[in-house]
Protein backbone atom coordinates (compact mmCIF):
# COMPACT_ATOMS: atom_id res chain seq x y z
CA UNK A 1 0.00 0.00 0.00
CA UNK A 2 1.32 3.47 -1.02
CA UNK A 3 2.21 5.48 2.13
CA UNK A 4 0.13 9.02 2.39
CA UNK A 5 2.50 11.90 1.76
CA UNK A 6 1.53 15.36 2.44
CA UNK A 7 3.69 18.74 2.18
CA UNK A 8 4.41 22.19 3.93
CA UNK A 9 5.57 25.07 1.62
CA UNK A 10 6.65 27.58 3.76
CA UNK A 11 6.15 30.82 1.53
CA UNK A 12 4.76 33.16 4.47
CA UNK A 13 8.00 36.03 4.20
CA UNK A 14 8.29 39.20 2.50
CA UNK A 15 11.83 38.12 0.97
CA UNK A 16 12.92 41.60 2.23
CA UNK A 17 16.26 41.31 0.42
CA UNK A 18 14.72 41.17 -3.05
CA UNK A 19 13.71 44.69 -2.73
CA UNK A 20 10.56 44.52 -4.35
CA UNK A 21 7.13 45.69 -4.05
CA UNK A 22 6.37 42.09 -4.54
CA UNK A 23 7.06 39.11 -2.62
CA UNK A 24 10.12 36.58 -3.54
CA UNK A 25 8.04 33.35 -4.02
CA UNK A 26 6.26 35.20 -6.56
CA UNK A 27 8.84 36.58 -8.77
CA UNK A 28 8.75 34.67 -11.63
CA UNK A 29 12.07 31.93 -13.14
CA UNK A 30 11.66 30.46 -16.42
CA UNK A 31 7.90 31.66 -16.83
CA UNK A 32 6.80 30.30 -13.22
CA UNK A 33 6.47 32.19 -9.95
CA UNK A 34 9.09 31.09 -7.97
CA UNK A 35 6.95 28.90 -5.50
CA UNK A 36 4.96 26.96 -8.27
CA UNK A 37 8.42 25.01 -8.86
CA UNK A 38 8.75 23.43 -5.23
CA UNK A 39 5.20 23.17 -5.61
CA UNK A 40 5.45 21.09 -8.77
CA UNK A 41 8.13 19.25 -7.25
CA UNK A 42 6.39 17.93 -4.13
CA UNK A 43 3.12 17.34 -6.57
CA UNK A 44 5.45 15.28 -8.38
CA UNK A 45 6.71 13.25 -5.77
CA UNK A 46 2.96 12.70 -4.65
CA UNK A 47 2.26 15.06 -2.23
CA UNK A 48 -1.14 15.29 -1.37
CA UNK A 49 -2.51 17.51 0.02
CA UNK A 50 0.38 20.44 -0.35
CA UNK A 51 -0.26 23.10 2.02
CA UNK A 52 1.11 26.70 1.56
CA UNK A 53 2.14 28.68 4.37
CA UNK A 54 1.68 32.23 3.65
CA UNK A 55 1.20 35.55 4.96
CA UNK A 56 2.25 38.54 2.89
CA UNK A 57 0.39 39.38 -0.22
CA UNK A 58 -1.77 35.71 0.54
CA UNK A 59 -4.21 36.21 -1.95
CA UNK A 60 -1.90 36.85 -4.55
CA UNK A 61 0.17 33.69 -3.99
CA UNK A 62 -3.25 31.69 -3.71
CA UNK A 63 -4.19 33.00 -7.02
CA UNK A 64 -1.36 31.05 -8.36
CA UNK A 65 -3.15 27.87 -7.54
CA UNK A 66 -6.39 28.97 -8.22
CA UNK A 67 -8.40 26.14 -9.34
CA UNK A 68 -5.79 23.02 -7.44
CA UNK A 69 -7.98 21.43 -5.41
CA UNK A 70 -4.90 19.19 -3.85
CA UNK A 71 -3.37 22.96 -2.60
CA UNK A 72 -4.57 24.16 1.24
CA UNK A 73 -3.49 27.62 2.78
CA UNK A 74 -2.70 28.36 5.90
CA UNK A 75 -2.28 31.93 7.08
CA UNK A 76 0.77 33.09 9.23
CA UNK A 77 0.29 36.90 9.95
CA UNK A 78 3.30 37.45 11.83
CA UNK A 79 6.52 36.18 10.34
CA UNK A 80 8.00 34.52 13.80
CA UNK A 81 10.17 31.95 12.19
CA UNK A 82 10.26 28.94 10.40
CA UNK A 83 8.72 26.68 13.46
CA UNK A 84 6.31 28.48 13.91
CA UNK A 85 5.20 28.84 10.00
CA UNK A 86 4.99 24.94 9.63
CA UNK A 87 2.68 25.02 13.40
CA UNK A 88 0.16 27.46 11.53
CA UNK A 89 0.02 24.48 8.86
CA UNK A 90 -1.51 21.96 11.89
CA UNK A 91 -5.18 22.97 11.12
CA UNK A 92 -4.83 22.20 7.62
CA UNK A 93 -3.02 18.73 7.90
CA UNK A 94 -5.47 17.96 10.80
CA UNK A 95 -6.34 13.94 10.55
CA UNK A 96 -3.41 13.51 8.16
CA UNK A 97 -1.32 10.32 9.20
CA UNK A 98 1.79 9.22 7.31
CA UNK A 99 4.53 11.73 5.88
CA UNK A 100 4.89 15.43 6.03
CA UNK A 101 7.81 16.92 3.52
CA UNK A 102 8.54 20.54 4.22
CA UNK A 103 9.89 22.77 1.34
CA UNK A 104 11.13 26.44 1.30
CA UNK A 105 8.89 28.41 -1.31
CA UNK A 106 12.10 29.61 -2.45
CA UNK A 107 13.92 26.88 -3.65
CA UNK A 108 12.89 26.32 -7.04
CA UNK A 109 15.60 24.18 -8.64
CA UNK A 110 14.82 20.90 -6.19
CA UNK A 111 14.19 17.88 -8.80
CA UNK A 112 10.89 15.67 -7.72
CA UNK A 113 13.56 12.88 -7.59
CA UNK A 114 15.99 14.35 -5.15
CA UNK A 115 12.60 14.39 -2.89
CA UNK A 116 11.80 10.67 -4.06
CA UNK A 117 15.18 9.40 -2.70
CA UNK A 118 14.96 11.52 0.27
CA UNK A 119 11.70 10.35 0.86
CA UNK A 120 12.82 6.85 0.48
CA UNK A 121 15.71 7.20 2.45
CA UNK A 122 13.18 8.73 5.89
CA UNK A 123 10.76 5.40 4.92
CA UNK A 124 13.36 2.75 4.90
CA UNK A 125 15.26 3.87 8.12
CA UNK A 126 12.31 4.15 9.52
CA UNK A 127 13.22 7.92 10.92
CA UNK A 128 11.59 10.31 12.77
CA UNK A 129 12.93 13.22 11.00
CA UNK A 130 15.46 13.63 8.20
CA UNK A 131 17.00 16.84 6.87
CA UNK A 132 17.80 17.17 3.22
CA UNK A 133 21.25 18.38 3.15
CA UNK A 134 24.28 19.58 0.97
CA UNK A 135 28.39 19.82 1.48
CA UNK A 136 29.09 23.47 0.02
CA UNK A 137 32.21 25.25 -0.25
CA UNK A 138 31.10 28.18 0.84
CA UNK A 139 28.33 27.20 3.64
CA UNK A 140 27.99 31.02 4.82
CA UNK A 141 24.54 32.13 5.07
CA UNK A 142 23.04 28.62 5.72
CA UNK A 143 22.19 26.57 8.89
CA UNK A 144 25.02 23.85 9.78
CA UNK A 145 24.73 19.94 10.51
CA UNK A 146 26.43 19.35 13.57
CA UNK A 147 27.34 15.78 13.76
CA UNK A 148 28.98 13.52 16.69
CA UNK A 149 32.28 11.22 16.34
CA UNK A 150 30.33 8.66 14.81
CA UNK A 151 28.23 10.69 12.34
CA UNK A 152 24.95 10.92 14.07
CA UNK A 153 22.99 14.03 13.81
CA UNK A 154 23.07 16.30 16.73
CA UNK A 155 21.72 19.19 15.82
CA UNK A 156 21.53 22.14 13.24
CA UNK A 157 23.09 25.44 14.30
CA UNK A 158 22.20 28.17 12.58
CA UNK A 159 24.80 31.04 11.32
CA UNK A 160 23.81 33.35 13.59
CA UNK A 161 24.07 31.16 16.65
CA UNK A 162 27.12 29.07 15.23
CA UNK A 163 30.37 29.37 17.63
CA UNK A 164 33.66 29.39 15.27
CA UNK A 165 34.37 25.63 15.39
CA UNK A 166 31.00 25.33 13.99
CA UNK A 167 30.97 27.91 11.45
CA UNK A 168 33.19 25.73 9.59
CA UNK A 169 31.03 22.88 9.17
CA UNK A 170 30.53 22.60 5.36
CA UNK A 171 27.20 20.52 5.23
CA UNK A 172 24.52 22.70 5.25
CA UNK A 173 20.72 22.53 6.01
CA UNK A 174 18.92 22.81 2.72
CA UNK A 175 15.55 23.89 4.52
CA UNK A 176 13.94 20.27 2.93
CA UNK A 177 12.86 17.65 5.75
CA UNK A 178 10.40 13.98 5.79
CA UNK A 179 8.87 14.05 9.01
CA UNK A 180 6.47 11.58 10.44
CA UNK A 181 3.72 13.24 11.06
CA UNK A 182 2.92 11.89 14.66
CA UNK A 183 6.04 13.32 15.81
CA UNK A 184 5.69 16.80 13.90
CA UNK A 185 2.21 17.52 15.62
CA UNK A 186 3.40 16.15 19.12
CA UNK A 187 6.90 17.83 19.10
CA UNK A 188 6.47 21.15 17.05
CA UNK A 189 4.84 23.38 19.60
CA UNK A 190 8.18 22.09 22.03
CA UNK A 191 10.27 25.02 19.53
CA UNK A 192 11.31 27.72 21.97
CA UNK A 193 12.36 30.91 20.54
CA UNK A 194 16.09 31.04 22.96
CA UNK A 195 18.25 32.03 19.97
CA UNK A 196 20.22 35.46 18.52
CA UNK A 197 17.20 36.34 16.27
CA UNK A 198 13.97 35.14 19.06
CA UNK A 199 12.51 32.94 16.08
CA UNK A 200 11.20 29.82 16.49
CA UNK A 201 13.34 27.71 14.57
CA UNK A 202 12.34 24.69 12.81
CA UNK A 203 16.03 23.00 12.66
CA UNK A 204 15.39 22.59 16.45
CA UNK A 205 13.12 19.80 15.53
CA UNK A 206 16.28 17.82 14.67
CA UNK A 207 17.75 18.23 18.22
CA UNK A 208 14.24 17.20 19.72
CA UNK A 209 14.24 14.06 18.32
CA UNK A 210 17.70 13.35 19.32
CA UNK A 211 16.73 14.32 23.03
CA UNK A 212 13.95 11.82 23.20
CA UNK A 213 16.36 9.17 21.27
CA UNK A 214 14.34 8.99 18.05
CA UNK A 215 15.98 8.69 15.04
CA UNK A 216 16.74 11.75 13.58
CA UNK A 217 18.89 11.39 9.98
CA UNK A 218 20.68 13.72 7.41
CA UNK A 219 21.08 13.18 3.95
CA UNK A 220 23.51 15.11 1.82
CA UNK A 221 22.22 15.97 -1.59
CA UNK A 222 24.33 14.70 -5.19
CA UNK A 223 23.58 18.09 -6.41
CA UNK A 224 24.15 21.22 -4.01
CA UNK A 225 22.68 23.60 -7.15
CA UNK A 226 19.06 21.43 -6.46
CA UNK A 227 19.10 23.58 -2.76
CA UNK A 228 19.83 27.07 -3.99
CA UNK A 229 17.65 29.28 -2.01
CA UNK A 230 16.97 32.38 -3.72
CA UNK A 231 17.08 35.32 -1.63
CA UNK A 232 17.93 38.39 -3.72
CA UNK A 233 18.22 39.21 -7.51
CA UNK A 234 20.84 37.83 -8.61
CA UNK A 235 20.20 34.62 -6.80
CA UNK A 236 16.72 34.86 -8.84
CA UNK A 237 18.99 35.57 -12.10
CA UNK A 238 21.16 32.49 -11.36
CA UNK A 239 18.46 29.88 -10.93
CA UNK A 240 16.53 31.19 -13.70
CA UNK A 241 19.89 30.18 -15.75
CA UNK A 242 19.44 27.11 -14.51
CA UNK A 243 15.87 26.16 -15.35
CA UNK A 244 16.08 27.28 -18.44
CA UNK A 245 18.97 25.38 -19.58
CA UNK A 246 16.99 21.71 -18.15
CA UNK A 247 14.55 23.00 -20.39
CA UNK A 248 16.78 23.60 -23.50
CA UNK A 249 18.64 20.22 -22.79
CA UNK A 250 15.20 18.35 -22.59
CA UNK A 251 14.20 19.80 -25.77
CA UNK A 252 17.26 19.57 -27.51
CA UNK A 253 17.48 15.49 -26.41
CA UNK A 254 13.69 15.16 -27.98
CA UNK A 255 15.04 16.57 -31.40
CA UNK A 256 15.15 20.43 -31.56
CA UNK A 257 17.86 22.41 -32.88
CA UNK A 258 18.84 25.08 -30.38
CA UNK A 259 21.61 27.11 -31.60
CA UNK A 260 22.85 28.43 -28.53
CA UNK A 261 21.14 27.54 -25.46
CA UNK A 262 22.30 30.19 -23.27
CA UNK A 263 21.09 32.68 -25.12
CA UNK A 264 17.64 31.28 -25.86
CA UNK A 265 14.52 31.64 -23.30
CA UNK A 266 12.36 28.94 -23.48
CA UNK A 267 9.34 28.79 -20.62
CA UNK A 268 8.10 25.98 -18.24
CA UNK A 269 5.20 24.33 -20.79
CA UNK A 270 6.27 24.96 -23.77
CA UNK A 271 6.39 22.26 -26.47
CA UNK A 272 8.17 22.24 -29.43
CA UNK A 273 8.41 19.48 -32.02
CA UNK A 274 11.48 17.93 -33.41
CA UNK A 275 13.27 19.11 -36.49
CA UNK A 276 12.63 23.03 -35.32
CA UNK A 277 15.46 25.02 -35.60
CA UNK A 278 15.40 27.52 -32.66
CA UNK A 279 18.13 30.77 -32.93
CA UNK A 280 19.64 32.75 -30.47
CA UNK A 281 17.96 35.80 -28.25
CA UNK A 282 14.21 33.41 -28.77
CA UNK A 283 11.64 34.43 -26.10
CA UNK A 284 9.05 31.53 -26.63
CA UNK A 285 6.65 31.37 -23.52
CA UNK A 286 2.50 31.41 -22.45
CA UNK A 287 2.40 27.09 -22.87
CA UNK A 288 3.06 28.42 -27.00
CA UNK A 289 3.22 24.58 -28.82
CA UNK A 290 5.54 24.92 -31.71
CA UNK A 291 5.24 21.82 -34.32
CA UNK A 292 7.93 20.30 -36.53
CA UNK A 293 10.18 21.46 -38.92
CA UNK A 294 9.97 24.78 -38.11
CA UNK A 295 12.51 27.73 -38.06
CA UNK A 296 12.14 30.46 -35.17
CA UNK A 297 15.11 33.17 -36.18
CA UNK A 298 16.95 35.46 -33.90
CA UNK A 299 15.22 37.51 -32.04
CA UNK A 300 12.02 36.24 -32.28
CA UNK A 301 9.39 36.41 -29.22
CA UNK A 302 5.89 34.19 -28.97
CA UNK A 303 3.55 33.79 -26.65
CA UNK A 304 0.80 31.49 -25.98
CA UNK A 305 0.77 30.68 -29.70
CA UNK A 306 -0.12 27.48 -31.35
CA UNK A 307 2.25 26.68 -34.31
CA UNK A 308 1.78 23.86 -37.10
CA UNK A 309 4.95 22.38 -38.63
CA UNK A 310 6.70 23.76 -40.86
CA UNK A 311 6.29 27.35 -40.34
CA UNK A 312 9.24 30.01 -40.53
CA UNK A 313 9.57 33.12 -38.52
CA UNK A 314 11.46 35.37 -39.03
CA UNK A 315 14.03 37.40 -37.67
CA UNK A 316 12.79 40.34 -34.58
CA UNK A 317 8.77 39.01 -35.12
CA UNK A 318 6.49 39.34 -32.02
CA UNK A 319 3.78 36.64 -31.92
CA UNK A 320 0.98 37.07 -29.21
CA UNK A 321 -1.90 34.68 -28.66
CA UNK A 322 -2.18 33.45 -32.52
CA UNK A 323 -2.57 30.46 -34.25
CA UNK A 324 -0.61 29.46 -37.22
CA UNK A 325 -1.54 26.71 -39.51
CA UNK A 326 1.25 25.03 -41.47
CA UNK A 327 3.88 26.16 -43.56
CA UNK A 328 3.03 30.18 -42.80
CA UNK A 329 5.57 32.59 -43.04
CA UNK A 330 6.05 35.60 -40.65
CA UNK A 331 8.61 38.29 -40.92
CA UNK A 332 11.00 39.37 -40.33
CA UNK A 333 9.89 42.31 -37.67
CA UNK A 334 6.04 41.63 -38.03
CA UNK A 335 3.50 41.79 -35.32
CA UNK A 336 0.75 39.04 -34.77
CA UNK A 337 -1.55 40.33 -32.01
CA UNK A 338 -3.92 38.51 -30.19
CA UNK A 339 -6.57 36.33 -32.01
CA UNK A 340 -4.37 36.48 -35.33
CA UNK A 341 -5.90 33.24 -37.09
CA UNK A 342 -3.55 32.05 -40.43
CA UNK A 343 -4.57 29.06 -42.55
CA UNK A 344 -1.72 27.01 -44.53
CA UNK A 345 0.55 28.52 -46.49
CA UNK A 346 0.00 32.39 -45.16
CA UNK A 347 2.70 34.64 -45.53
CA UNK A 348 2.83 38.06 -43.52
CA UNK A 349 6.02 39.98 -44.56
CA UNK A 350 8.13 42.56 -42.89
CA UNK A 351 6.48 45.42 -40.41
CA UNK A 352 2.95 43.43 -41.06
CA UNK A 353 1.03 44.50 -37.71
CA UNK A 354 -2.72 42.12 -37.35
CA UNK A 355 -4.69 42.24 -34.66
CA UNK A 356 -7.95 39.28 -34.77
CA UNK A 357 -7.85 38.81 -38.30
CA UNK A 358 -8.91 35.26 -40.44
CA UNK A 359 -6.61 34.89 -43.48
CA UNK A 360 -7.19 31.93 -45.54
CA UNK A 361 -5.31 29.67 -47.01
CA UNK A 362 -2.25 31.20 -49.36
CA UNK A 363 -3.27 34.32 -48.79
CA UNK A 364 -0.38 37.05 -48.45
CA UNK A 365 0.29 40.66 -46.69
CA UNK A 366 4.09 40.95 -47.71
CA UNK A 367 5.09 44.30 -46.41
CA UNK A 368 4.12 47.07 -44.29
CA UNK A 369 0.38 46.64 -43.84
CA UNK A 370 -1.85 46.79 -41.27
CA UNK A 371 -4.54 44.28 -40.76
CA UNK A 372 -7.48 44.58 -37.59
CA UNK A 373 -10.49 43.12 -37.03
CA UNK A 374 -10.76 41.24 -40.56
CA UNK A 375 -11.63 38.67 -42.25
CA UNK A 376 -9.63 37.44 -45.24
CA UNK A 377 -10.51 34.57 -47.90
CA UNK A 378 -7.78 32.59 -49.61
CA UNK A 379 -5.53 33.66 -52.47
CA UNK A 380 -5.82 36.76 -51.58
CA UNK A 381 -2.96 39.41 -51.93
CA UNK A 382 -3.03 42.63 -49.54
CA UNK A 383 -0.56 44.72 -51.42
CA UNK A 384 2.30 47.23 -49.32
CA UNK A 385 0.72 49.82 -47.50
CA UNK A 386 -2.85 48.59 -47.00
CA UNK A 387 -4.38 49.81 -44.01
CA UNK A 388 -7.84 48.51 -42.74
CA UNK A 389 -9.17 51.46 -40.81
CA UNK A 390 -11.02 49.81 -37.95
CA UNK A 391 -11.34 51.97 -35.94
CA UNK A 392 -13.96 55.42 -36.07
CA UNK A 393 -12.96 56.39 -32.44
CA UNK A 394 -15.68 54.74 -30.60
CA UNK A 395 -16.48 51.47 -31.94
CA UNK A 396 -13.90 48.68 -34.04
CA UNK A 397 -15.86 47.49 -37.05
CA UNK A 398 -14.97 44.72 -39.54
CA UNK A 399 -13.55 44.72 -42.89
CA UNK A 400 -14.52 41.27 -44.83
CA UNK A 401 -12.51 40.14 -47.82
CA UNK A 402 -13.32 37.16 -50.12
CA UNK A 403 -11.22 34.49 -52.18
CA UNK A 404 -9.22 36.18 -54.55
CA UNK A 405 -8.92 39.49 -54.17
CA UNK A 406 -6.27 41.95 -55.08
CA UNK A 407 -5.50 44.91 -52.93
CA UNK A 408 -2.98 46.89 -54.67
CA UNK A 409 -0.46 48.77 -52.32
CA UNK A 410 -1.53 52.13 -50.27
CA UNK A 411 -5.28 51.33 -50.31
CA UNK A 412 -7.09 52.25 -47.35
CA UNK A 413 -10.29 50.23 -46.14
CA UNK A 414 -12.64 51.81 -43.67
CA UNK A 415 -14.76 49.43 -42.43
CA UNK A 416 -17.09 48.63 -41.92
CA UNK A 417 -16.49 47.47 -44.99
CA UNK A 418 -16.80 44.17 -47.66
CA UNK A 419 -14.68 43.69 -51.05
CA UNK A 420 -16.35 40.62 -53.01
CA UNK A 421 -14.40 38.10 -54.04
CA UNK A 422 -12.22 37.89 -57.30
CA UNK A 423 -12.11 41.41 -57.02
CA UNK A 424 -9.34 44.60 -57.75
CA UNK A 425 -9.09 46.85 -55.57
CA UNK A 426 -6.89 49.77 -57.46
CA UNK A 427 -3.22 51.27 -55.72
CA UNK A 428 -3.94 54.44 -53.91
CA UNK A 429 -8.20 53.54 -53.33
CA UNK A 430 -9.84 54.54 -50.14
CA UNK A 431 -12.68 52.19 -50.18
CA UNK A 432 -15.42 53.05 -48.37
CA UNK A 433 -18.31 51.44 -49.89
CA UNK A 434 -18.49 47.58 -50.69
CA UNK A 435 -17.36 46.43 -53.11
CA UNK A 436 -19.46 43.59 -55.14
CA UNK A 437 -17.53 40.49 -56.80
CA UNK A 438 -15.62 40.38 -60.08
CA UNK A 439 -15.33 44.07 -59.66
CA UNK A 440 -12.64 47.17 -60.33
CA UNK A 441 -12.79 49.88 -57.18
CA UNK A 442 -10.37 52.30 -57.80
CA UNK A 443 -10.84 56.27 -56.08
CA UNK A 444 -8.20 58.79 -57.38
CA UNK A 445 -7.90 62.08 -57.76
CA UNK A 446 -7.13 62.99 -61.61
CA UNK A 447 -3.36 63.42 -62.08
CA UNK A 448 -2.42 66.89 -63.62
CA UNK A 449 0.69 67.60 -65.79
CA UNK A 450 2.23 70.84 -66.36
CA UNK A 451 4.77 70.73 -68.44
CA UNK A 452 8.16 72.83 -67.76
CA UNK A 453 7.06 73.58 -64.42
CA UNK A 454 9.79 73.51 -62.63
CA UNK A 455 12.31 74.98 -65.28
CA UNK A 456 10.19 77.98 -64.90
CA UNK A 457 10.20 78.24 -61.15
CA UNK A 458 14.11 77.99 -61.17
CA UNK A 459 14.11 80.82 -63.65
CA UNK A 460 11.98 83.06 -61.58
CA UNK A 461 14.20 82.02 -58.21
CA UNK A 462 17.47 83.40 -60.07
C1 LIG B 1 16.48 28.47 6.86
C2 LIG B 1 17.00 27.48 7.88
C3 LIG B 1 18.49 27.25 7.64
C4 LIG B 1 18.68 26.71 6.23
C5 LIG B 1 18.04 27.66 5.20
C6 LIG B 1 18.05 26.99 3.86
C7 LIG B 1 15.74 27.80 9.94
C8 LIG B 1 15.74 28.36 11.30
N1 LIG B 1 16.82 28.01 9.21
O1 LIG B 1 17.16 29.69 7.04
O2 LIG B 1 18.99 26.29 8.57
O3 LIG B 1 20.05 26.56 5.95
O4 LIG B 1 16.68 27.92 5.54
O5 LIG B 1 17.65 27.88 2.83
O6 LIG B 1 14.79 27.15 9.56
N2 LIG B 1 9.22 31.52 6.38
C9 LIG B 1 7.89 31.62 6.75
N3 LIG B 1 7.58 32.15 7.96
C10 LIG B 1 8.54 32.53 8.84
C11 LIG B 1 9.89 32.42 8.47
C12 LIG B 1 10.19 31.92 7.25
O7 LIG B 1 7.00 31.27 5.97
O8 LIG B 1 8.15 32.98 9.92
C13 LIG B 1 9.54 30.98 5.06
C14 LIG B 1 10.20 31.99 4.17
O9 LIG B 1 9.22 32.70 3.42
C15 LIG B 1 11.08 31.10 3.30
C16 LIG B 1 11.41 29.93 4.19
O10 LIG B 1 10.46 29.93 5.23
O11 LIG B 1 10.39 30.63 2.15
C17 LIG B 1 12.83 30.00 4.78
O12 LIG B 1 12.93 31.17 5.56
P1 LIG B 1 14.23 32.06 5.58
O13 LIG B 1 13.99 33.22 6.44
O14 LIG B 1 14.71 32.29 4.20
O15 LIG B 1 15.22 31.06 6.35
P2 LIG B 1 16.78 31.10 6.32
O16 LIG B 1 17.25 32.16 7.22
O17 LIG B 1 17.26 31.10 4.92
CA1 LIG C 1 16.29 31.37 2.69
Not at 95 to 119: H, M, N, Q
Amino acid sequence: MMESLAAVVLAAGKGTRMKSGLIKVLHPAAGLPLIAWPVAAARCAGADPIVLVIGHQANAVQGVFRGADDIRSAMQEEQLGTGHAVACALDALAGFKGTVLILCGDTPLLRPESLRSLLLFHRENKSAITVLTALMGDPSGYGRVVRDASGGVIRIVEQKDADPEELEIREINSGIYCMDSEFLFSNIKGIGNDNVQREYYLTDLLAIAVRKGLPCLALPIADADEIMGVNDRSQLADAARILRRRINRELMLSGVTIIDPEQTYIDFGVTIGADTIIHPNCHIGGGTVIGSGCEIEQGVSISGCRIADDCHIKAGSVLEDSELHENVSVGPMAHLRPGTLLHRHVKIGNFVETKKIVMGEGSKASHLTYLGDAEIGRAVNIGCGTITCNYDGVNKHRTIIGDDVFIGSDVQLVAPVTVGRNSLVAAGTTVTADVPPDSLAISRVPQVIKQGWRLKKKQEVA
